[in-house]
């Protein structure tokens, strides 16, 4: 019996064996459907979104989760081909990604997939030539398996994973499970894209249409510019948007109006060009883009400095006959992504829209200014041909019936009222002369040279600075003397908008008893006293310059008020 007991257990033994090998199996077999459950999930999962954002968020979490990776990275790589401008991370919190620093840009390891855009496992990435190290507080990090992401034929960027929990690396079967999470991921970028560039299309669409909309409302062309920068801040998702147009004598381009960061300084500033990003996309009459703004020689060239500038495009605005109207700077914050072509075909529609819509506001201008002119011709006409002949027949009424008056006084006041009257007449005739200044002859004279300024401030100021005229500036005030009147004028309007910090601003604007007084008075927070003064000096000297004076003085109501005088002849 005791021999027949080993021979009993050997069929026993091999059953364990079996069983227990059937049990790894299914074991194996269990893991693999419950794998491919978890992709067929993830692969759901990514699907499912519509934003960019979210779906860029989605895969790298999907990819950590089924590889068992402890960290993982979606790395997207930007229009040079060569480095990384968006990075996604999984694994690191807000706290230690602050004590990393910036996210990397694809030198070393990273960039080896940029170049080579394959499979890559590696059981110590310290050990791959590529490899540059850690930066400091980085966690350490050895097992690593990178795969690329493709949309259709285009590298998108790369998933990259370290550390696999529990093992000893990561494994085929790991590679192929993210390689097909790499393929539903691509489709689903691509989705994503199409769906933003045709949501970014209507949103544009409707910005041109509310322009046209406030535009035949009635809308100033300083308004409709102002609804121009801000739309295209709004959709484009830029922090700074500055409006430049042409200079009169085409030598460059002058800031007319400014969204975000400090404005006061680059309204009214002028742009070189030759050697300028914004210079660049009016001559050229195309896009022109900046990586990174602050680092960009053609920005440094200009003169429209703000802090902290990131990625940046210029779009001309008008280019009909190669012939641009100006230029749409809109600039994004530092680490923010680059401006793709495929926001840039869309804004470029809306600038030649945008452009259009100026033009109009122009054309309306014009004829606006048009119809004044005829008023004031009409009104010349009436005043020549009824005003002047009655006062003319009244004065020889009373000129011939003074010899029939025997009282000295009487007759003295009569003859007194006929110089009046004479002088009445040519005061008339001397109006007459000015309205009857033709539109080519416009932008000589005081008036509407002041009234320009005036303009040109409101976009600096926030609102439409109150001005009031009389006397005879146009033909009493010498040349000189309204030159230097016309540049006291800008100067004081640019102080008030930079330093006052004023809600009203009203401009007085004189010629009577010899003299031409200008009077710039607002309601801000006054001259400190130590503060610059070197505007101040300038006005005073071209004051001087003519004999004239400068005052400044501090109203009861609190603002400032600047008076500055010139003799009308000198």
């Not at 930066?135 to 990259?160: K, Q």
């Not at 510019?225 to 709004?234: G, M, P, S, T, Y």
């Not at 922090?239 to 030598?251: E, F």
């Not at 007319?256 to 996309?281: D, K, M």
């Amino acid at each position: 019996m005791r021999e027949e007991e080993p021979r009993s257990r050997l069929p026993q033994l091999r059953l364990d064996e079996l069983l227990a090998e059937l049990q790894a199996r299914i074991d194996v077999a269990r893991g693999t459907r419950d794998r491919v459950h978890s992709l067929l999930e993830a692969v759901l999962s990514v699907g499912r979104e519509l934003e960019l954002t979210q779906v860029l968020r989605r895969i790298v979490e999907a990819a950590a989760v089924l590889a068992d990776a402890e960290y993982a990275a979606l790395g997207i790589i930007g229009p040079d081909g060569d480095t990384l401008s968006q990075f996604l991370t999984v694994g690191l919190g807000e706290e230690a990604i602050a004590r990393i620093g910036p996210y990397p840009t694809g030198k070393g390891l990273l960039g080896e997939l940029i170049r080579h855009p394959q499979p890559l496992r590696l059981d110590d990435l310290r050990q791959h030539p590529a490899s540059t190290g850690c930066p400091a507080h980085h966690p350490e990090m050895r097992t690593f398996l990178g795969l690329p992401v493709r949309v259709r034929d285009e590298v998108f960027g790369n998933i990259y994973l370290t550390d696999k929990r529990g093992a000893a690396g990561f494994d085929d079967d790991d590679e192929a499970v993210i390689a097909t999470l790499a393929v539903a991921a691509g489709v689903a970028i691509d989705n994503a894209r199409l769906y933003e560039e045709a949501q970014r299309r209507q949103r544009w669409l409707t910005a041109t249409a509310e322009i046209n909309r406030r535009l035949l409302s009635g809308s100033s062309r300083t308004q409709v510019v102002e609804l121009i920068a801000q739309r295209a801040c709004d959709i484009s998702g830029a922090r700074r948007a500055d409006v430049l147009t042409t200079l009169p004598d085409g030598s460059g381009l002058r800031v007319e109006l400014a969204l975000g960061g400090e404005t006061a300084g680059r309204v009214g500033a002028t742009v070189p060009l030759h050697g300028t990003l914004c210079g660049a996309a009016c001559v050229d009459g195309v896009p022109m883009t900046s990586y990174d703004l602050a680092a960009d020689p053609r920005y440094r060239a200009g003169s429209t400095r703000f802090d902290g500038p990131g990625p940046a495009v210029a779009v001309p605005l008008g280019r009909a006959e190669g012939h641009t109207e100006g230029v749409l700077l809109l600039v994004r914050a530092a680490g923010e992504p680059e401006f793709t072509e495929r926001e840039i075909d869309p804004l470029l529609g809306f600038a030649d829209q945008a452009a259009l819509a100026l033009e109009l506001a122009e054309r309306r201008r014009d004829a606006e200014q048009l119809a004044v002119l005829e008023d004031r011709d009409r009104i010349a006409r009436d005043l020549h041909d009824l005003a002047i002949q009655r006062l003319f027949a009244t004065g020889m009424t009373l000129q011939s019936a003074s010899r029939f008056i025997d009282h000295p006084g009487a007759a003295d006041r009569v003859l007194r009222a006929v110089g009046d009257l004479d002088e009445t007449i040519k005061i008339i005739r001397t109006t007459i002369f000015g309205l009857r200044v033709r539109e080519a002859d416009t932008g000589q004279g005081l008036r509407a040279r002041a009234v320009h300024v005036v303009e040109e401030a409101q976009a600096a100021l926030g609102f439409a600075p109150r001005l009031s005229m009389a006397g005879l500036l146009d033909t009493d005030v010498p040349p000189e003397v309204a030159d230097h009147l016309v540049a006291v004028l800008g100067e004081a309007l640019s102080n008030a908008a930079r330093h006052a910090r004023a809600g009203r601003v009203e401009v007085t604007l004189q010629a009577a008893g010899g003299q031409v007084a200008l009077t710039v008075q607002d309601d801000g927070v006054g001259i400190p006293e130590q503060g610059r003064r070197s505007g101040l000096r300038n006005l005073a000297e071209r004051a001087r310059a003519l004999g004239g004076t400068l005052t400044v003085t501090a109203p009861p109501a609190g603002g400032t008020a600047l008076n500055w005088t010139a003799p009308l002849e000198h």
